[in-house]
T-cell receptor
Framework: QKEVEQNSGPLSVPEGAIASLNCTYS??????FFWYRQYSGKSPELIMS????GDKEDGRFTAQLNKASQYVSLLIRDSQPSDSATYLC??????????FGDGTTLTVKP | KAGVTQTPRYLIKTRGQQVTLSCSPI?????VSWYQQTPGQGLQFLFE???????NKGNFPGRFSGRQFSNSRSEMNVSTLELGDSALYLC????????????FGEGSRLTVL
C-alpha cells in the first residue's frame, strides 16, 4: 500500500516570506509527483509536476524531488494571502492511480 | 477550453437509496478517474477508466461502480447508500492514462441521511 505523508500543519507565514511544504513517499520506485492546491470549498488544482531529481521552477513556485530520500517539497516564494489554501502532495503511477497525502493547510498573513 | 463538468453539484439521499453521478472530461482527455474526499480519509482513489474500460480500482466495496462511454464521459453509481458515503466525489480527467496530471471537476457533494 503506497503512502504519501505530509507535514500535518497548519503552516502560517507572513506575507512576502517563503513557505516550505514537505512530503515523503513510501514507494521507492515511484516516478511521478504532483502538487495540487485546494481552496476551501473548491476542488484540487494542479500547480506543479516533477519527475526528475532536482528542482523545477514555475514562477514563484519551486518543486524539489530527492528520490534517494523519497522526499518532495514545494517552496512558495514571496507568499501572498491568495496562496492561503491546502496543498496536496500526490504520487502517480502508470496505472492511472494517484495517491494523495492528507494535505498541509497554509495561511499567509498580511 | 471547457473544464471537467460534474453533475449534480449537490444531492441529498437517504440510506438504502442509490445515486448516479456524471462527469464530462476536458475535450480530448481520454482517462477519467474518480476520487472520494472526506475530512477523515482525505482523497481516496475509486477507479479509473480509459477507452470505456475500468483499468484500475481502489479499495472500495462493490456498491461503488462506474462506466465510461465512447465519448469519454463517465458515470459512477453508488448503490445501497450508507451514512459513511457522505462525501465530495471528484472526477478528474487526464490526457492519457498514467500521465498523472489530473484536472478535477468541481465535485458532487453527496449527503446521506
Amino acid at each position: 500500500q503506497k503512502e504519501v505523508e505530509q507535514n500535518s500543519g497548519p503552516l502560517s507565514v507572513p506575507e512576502g516570506a517563503i513557505a516550505s511544504l514537505n512530503c515523503t513517499y513510501s514507494d521507492r520506485g515511484s516516478q511521478s509527483f504532483f502538487w495540487y492546491r485546494q481552496y476551501s470549498g473548491k476542488s484540487p488544482e494542479l500547480i506543479m509536476s516533477i519527475y526528475s531529481n532536482g528542482d523545477k521552477e514555475d514562477g514563484r513556485f519551486t518543486a524539489q524531488l530527492n528520490k534517494a530520500s523519497q522526499y518532495v517539497s514545494l517552496l512558495i516564494r514571496d507568499s501572498q494571502p491568495s496562496d492561503s489554501a491546502t496543498y496536496l502532495c500526490a504520487e502517480g503511477d502508470n496505472a492511472g492511480k494517484s495517491t494523495f497525502g492528507d494535505g498541509t493547510t497554509l495561511t499567509v498573513k498580511p | 477550453k471547457a473544464g471537467v463538468t460534474q453533475t449534480p453539484r449537490y444531492l441529498i439521499k437517504t440510506r438504502g437509496q442509490q445515486v448516479t453521478l456524471s462527469c464530462s472530461p476536458i475535450s480530448g482527455h481520454r482517462s477519467v478517474s474518480w476520487y472520494q474526499q472526506t475530512p477523515g480519509q482525505g482523497l481516496q482513489f475509486l477507479f479509473e477508466y480509459f477507452s470505456e474500460t475500468q483499468r484500475n480500482k481502489g479499495n472500495f466495496p462493490g456498491r461503488f461502480s462506474g462506466r465510461q462511454f465512447s465519448n469519454s464521459r463517465s458515470e459512477m453509481n453508488v448503490s445501497t447508500l450508507e451514512l459513511g458515503d457522505s462525501a465530495l466525489y471528484l472526477c478528474a480527467s487526464s490526457l492519457e492514462r498514467g500521465n498523472g496530471e489530473l484536472f478535477f471537476g468541481e465535485g458532487s457533494r453527496l449527503t446521506v441521511l
